[in-house]
């Protein structure tokens, strides 16, 4: 996949105008820099270095192994006090090692969401009751495979309530629930009294087992990103139920008052609260446009922020590391402007895990010319990830993804001819080979290198993959379906003028 937190260019334009097949550029016309005021370095392509990634490559073991001994504990709970039968043992164990692998993506060989499915679907055909396979069978009930939500609304009611009544770890128990809560508040408009009150029994009953899971003394650093996650997960589902974030945060906050870990949850959730109420009142305008009152709230807002994550890392730098540094970066990037900050914040991050990609997207946006950085920073800090070959956090592929944003600056002559140099194309190239090469069943990221391929102006590479695609093209945030299927089809075209 093309990295989140950054705006790139392809669904302002047409492929085709860009790789010079004579149609006009949807994005002509709304080009923000024009070809005569395009930036010379950008036109040279001469990107000045960049500071080296950290990579601690035995920290990276050490996350992999923790991170799979983690979701594969489901699977010794299974073997320990899971509902076993021999017509099924095979299929349930298949399922829930497969899910482990899904959920630990970054580290393993791609795993799909339909191969999941199709064990945990055997085995409760087979008659399954165990309630992990139960879960499994019901988070894995998508796409292709996703009924409707009558349906997946049981699947999930059913796992939930028989996890919550076996010996399976307290985390999975929490997520379960959540995930039920989830399923009830899909849709809009006004819910009836019993969906309202189903979420709010699903949510108060994962916070149960949250402090469950935070009270046991042998959680590895996994759990504190599962609390945090599932911290703002009931932010969100207290939104559906109309409570104001202030009304969730009192009360997620006397609930877990007693369980130290959750304490710094709740802290890291009045900081992300902060900067989102910031952002609200800020609004996504144009600086010039932002009156001084909503300069005033949101630097108010961000600068609270700022503070409880500065005390936060002050009391337990070895804690939370990810979730506090990509905080202060958001915060750096809006109110900060400090590239030494930043770079600080940026280290803290990488050198607690390594495999945070995230931290990167916010790196590359802050060095986007409209916040604090110049195209050549966002260049070389692209190679910089290409350079970590840490392939399987799909952090090498920001290389790409800053080609991409520079595109948006240029008109349709100078998009075209910056994608045709040979340094742009190598760029791409390298980073998607090298992913490809070592998943080669990734479709989505296979989608956008086709895409890429077109895009270059290397039409015969673009047909050849999107053949080797076949029914598995994906669009994508960065490739909407309209330009895939544009792209395809001129490189179709392409290919067969050529033969």
């Excluded at 191969?115 to 409760?124: I, S």
């Excluded at 055909?125 to 049981?154: I, T």
């Excluded at 053949?467 to 330009?483: M, W």
């Amino acid at each position: 996949m093309i990295p989140r937190g950054v705006f790139p260019f392809i669904c302002c334009l047409s492929l085709s105008s860009l790789a010079g097949c004579g149609r006009e550029s949807k994005f002509e016309s709304a080009a923000k820099v024009s070809q005569d005021s395009a930036p010379v370095a950008i036109r040279d392509a001469q990107f000045k270095p960049t500071q080296e990634i950290p990579q601690d490559r035995e920290l990276i073991a050490s996350l992999r192994n923790d991170l799979l001994t983690w979701h594969q504990n489901s699977l010794k709970a299974y073997d320990e006090a899971g509902s076993r039968n021999d017509k099924w043992n095979e299929d349930a164990k298949s399922a829930i090692d497969l899910m482990a692998r899904w959920f630990c993506d970054v580290y393993d060989t791609a795993v799909e969401l339909r191969q999941v499915h199709e064990p945990a679907r055997r085995a409760v055909e087979a008659g399954c009751d165990d309630p992990m396979v139960l879960f499994v069978y019901a988070r894995s009930s998508a796409g292709k495979n996703k009924p409707g939500e009558v349906e997946l609304l049981a699947r999930y009611e059913k796992a939930a309530r028989a996890l919550d009544q076996s010996a399976y770890p307290a985390d999975r128990k929490y997520r379960a629930w959540i995930e039920y809560a989830y399923c009830l508040a899909i849709g809009q408009g006004k819910r009836p009294p019993e969906t309202i009150d189903g979420i709010r029994k699903a949510v108060d009953r994962a916070m149960e087992w949250m402090i469950e899971s935070a009270a046991s003394p042998n959680y590895l650093v996994q759990n504190r990103a599962g609390w945090f996650k599932a911290g703002t997960d009931i932010l969100t589902l207290y939104r559906v139920l109309e409570w104001s974030n202030d009304s969730t945060l009192e009360f997620v906050g006397n609930k877990f008052a007693n369980t130290p870990e959750l304490v710094k949850v709740c802290d890291l959730l009045r900081a992300k609260t902060l900067i989102d109420a910031g952002w609200k009142a800020r609004g996504n305008h144009d600086a010039r446009a932002i009156g001084g009152e909503q300069w005033q709230v949101f630097g108010a807002k961000l600068t609270e922020a700022r503070n409880i994550l500065d005390s936060l890392w002050n009391k337990h730098p070895d804690q939370h590391q990810f979730e506090i540094a990509d905080m202060m970066l958001q915060i750096q990037k809006s109110i900060g402007g400090d590239r030494t900050e930043m770079e600080k914040w940026f280290e803290r991050g990488m050198r607690g895990n390594p495999n945070a990609q995230a931290l990167c997207g916010n790196k590359l946006d802050w060095l986007h010319p409209k916040w604090h950085g110049t195209f050549e920073d966002m260049v070389a800090f692209g190679r910089a990830c290409r350079e970590t070959h840490n392939w399987q956090s799909r952090m090498t592929l920001y290389a790409a993804n800053a080609h991409l944003i520079i595109g948006q600056h240029l008109g349709k002559a100078e998009g075209t001819a910056y994608f045709a140099k040979a340094e742009v194309w190598d760029d791409i190239r390298s980073v998607y080979e090298e992913y490809l090469l070592n998943r080669p069943n990734a479709h989505r990221q296979r989608s956008e290198f086709a895409a890429f391929c077109y895009l270059c102006g290397k039409k015969l590479q673009a047909a050849r993959e999107f053949r080797r695609l076949g029914d598995n093209l994906l669009a994508t945030e960065s490739f909407p379906k309209s330009l895939m299927i544009e792209a395809r089809d001129a490189a179709y075209a392409s290919d067969a003028t050529n033969k």
